[in-house]
């Protein structure tokens, strides 16, 4: 048998923290010049989006990683904008850069987990 295809879609895909704001500020540079006019970035927008990323980071995934990355983020944001917003009992730690709880917030919710 030969060796296992190299196939970049097979690749995985390293995000560091660092590599992901790159990415981030590439997709927020995209939204001001309108390249995403509803909820999806254009061709023209993911084109630019890649190309920026590849250059500022040396990193190439297949067009897919980068999708895959911009819907896991956004399930990330949608979440934290909830508790953020609407959960009761909640605070911002601006030094830490991390949502603020109670422990009785814990608590009450960790009860909902084991009932």
Wanted: glycine content about 6%; hydrophobic content about 35%; proline content about 3%.
């Amino acid at each position: 048998m030969g060796k296992p295809s190299q196939n970049s879609s097979n690749v995985r895909a390293q995000w560091p923290s660092r590599v992901t704001t790159i990415f981030c500020e590439a997709c927020v540079d995209e939204v001001f010049k309108g390249n995403r006019p509803n909820t999806h970035f254009s061709k023209k927008g993911w084109t630019n989006i890649i190309a920026t990323f590849e250059k500022k980071t040396g990193k190439e995934y297949p067009r897919a990683k980068y999708k895959h990355k911009w819907d896991s983020l956004k399930k990330d944001w949608v979440l934290w904008n909830k508790l953020k917003g609407s959960e009761t009992g909640l605070g911002w730690d601006a030094a830490k850069g991390t949502i603020a709880a109670t422990d009785e917030w814990w608590e009450r919710k960790l009860m909902v987990c084991f009932v």
